[in-house]
């Protein structure tokens, strides 16, 4: 048996202090924690829970490949077990985190001036804000999709002409309506790889949408949001 | 007296690949081994647990034992060791309770157990790749696993929870395995892990190491076990039109309805789906495709599952296993509404597993006439039954030997209950 291998692979869990909570708007937040030793690339995701507690979810990492802090984008879900509990922690506290994994992650063999599209609705943006701020991709639209302005989430982090914010309940993005309504006025192109995170009826809308204009299922990377 | 040492798998490949690297382990350590409990001093069960029927299949075969007499040492292994240990301590006792990262150090538990050092199962450092290559073994196709864990996190499935996260086994160390089982005179190895398409190590992946195994140069054939369809790539297609590689994948489908697979949290889409069995039919018309489809999972209408069955007939499969939803616990899926009455799962199910029924025999029909190289596995009552390349069950009514390849006739196939063999006669 090869040195190095790995004696077992169970899920590596471990208590990781909060640093920072900003609140967005009411229900939605970004959670700082410490990194420790926790490396991992863009577009991945760890399950993150309160310290007393048994439950966890999957969050996307927002923040950056290099930063020396992990942020997890959080919406609060009505009800929900594991998000108003994280809601109420405070700087100096402790979430559990597990170790990051996923495949929704940038090919690393394609070149640095591909166009990509990035789709997002509601906190599914939060794997385009670390694509971009780790500085994943160059050339890249990002389509994001919210019922009101307020839901932007920092968009300041992108490049103004390349932020399409699709307002569906008032007037005040740069498109008001949703983003398959936008997708289907403006073509990208069968050349372009689209990544789409959010929910699995826009998912599912735009996996039409984009057949229907010639793009090859190769080239379209999912993750869905719950 | 040889202590004699009893055996009983439940589950995938993963599961028999690790039974078998045990029992030979424990040939070499001068003991009797065999299937069952009967007259045993130790009774080894590999559990399974992705389903609700798996967990009570598996607890079924441990009270078995024990109703029918067996107070010999007894371990418990597998996944649902990992999924449910406590609940297992409390029940069975006197059983020791082996997780899969520690299955590989029952040899060391029962040495030491008949030693009078009686070691509790959690002290041994083990590995979910420290197995000895097999050379006695159940099967005489030869184990070889690549890998173990899964991240994809399908949103119905417990198995990231009990195998962990995706680990891959140094490519060395593989082809080492694959050499020695062939010098042991092994004429089949299938390629076995969780979910073998993700292989990665040192950035070598699935295809550079099917590239490598190919090119090893020896008398085998290889046949690849269950995978996912979410990551092939050109070279893994050009890899397929090897003469070692054999015309079979079990490519796992789930459902044909694109909505339940994004509830699903599958990584591809029907269309991409039917794409691959397009291309496969196109390096062999037959290559055989089977396959395991989920009936009522939360939220599937009618009309998904309208969609499965279509996909049954349109496909052609040559194997379908059904299963019914099950919900296990601290899964995505477990949380989800829309939930779908029993009756109607078992509805849904028994049309399916008759349209899979059909779909089986058309396709093993088409090779009534041909030639297919038949590996023997089973000699008894003066019939021999063994799988041709396209991992098709063939009876030839004559005693034949054991773990050899022949070339055989196909002249009919014949029904045996739900079994459809086909039969042949010996050409060379």
Known sequence: ?226 | MKKRIGFKTLGCRLNQFETDALASKFVGLGYEVVENSKDTDVFIVNTCTVTNQSDQKSRYVVNNALNHGHTGMLVITGCMANNHKEQLEKRYPNAYVVDNQQKSTIPQLVEAHYNKEILPSNQNVGGVFDYAPAAETFHTRSMIKIQDGCDNYCTFCIIPKVRGRAVSRPVEDILENIRQVVGFGYKEVVITGVNISRYNYNGIGFSALLKQIVDIKLDFRVRISSIEPDSFDEEFFELLKHPKITPHLHLCLQSASESVLLQMRRMYTYKLYKRIVERLREIDPRFNITTDIIVGFPGETEADFQKSLDAVEELSFGHVHTFKYSKREDTRAARMSNVVPEQDKTLRSEELRQAANDSKINYRQQFIGEQLHVLVDTVKDGYSKGYGEYYVPVKINQSLERNRLYTVKITGIEAQGEEHNLIGVVQN
């Open chain 1, 1 to 226: 048996m090869g040195k190095g291998v790995p004696a077992a692979n169970k899920i590596k869990t471990d208590l990781h202090e909060i640093l920072d909570i900003r609140h967005l708007t009411d229900s939605t937040f970004v959670l700082r924690i410490e990194k420790k030793d926790l490396e991992f690339e863009a577009g991945q995701h760890v399950c993150v829970g309160p310290p007393n507690g048994i439950h966890t979810r999957e969050y996307s990492i927002y923040s950056a490949e290099q930063d020396e802090y992990i942020e997890i984008l959080v919406k609060e879900v009505e009800n929900g077990l594991v998000s108003p509990s994280l809601k109420k922690l405070q700087k100096g506290g402790y979430v559990v985190v597990e170790e990051p994994v996923g495949y929704f992650t940038i090919n690393k063999d394609l070149p640095q001036t591909q166009k990509y599209v990035f789709i997002a609705s509601g906190t599914g943006v939060s794997p385009f804000h670390s694509f971009v701020l780790s500085g994943k991709a160059e050339n890249y639209t990002l389509l994001h999709g919210v019922k009101y302005a307020s839901e932007a989430y920092e968009s300041e982090a992108y490049d103004k002409d390349k932020y399409v914010l699709c307002t569906s309940q008032e007037d005040k993005g740069t498109f008001n309506g949703r983003v398959t309504d936008y997708l289907k006025a403006n073509h990208f192109g069968a050349d372009a790889h689209y990544y789409l995170c959010g929910n699995c009826n826009m998912i599912h809308d735009v996996y039409d949408i984009l057949e229907e204009q010639g793009v090859s299922t190769d080239n379209i990377h999912a993750e869905v949001y719950f």
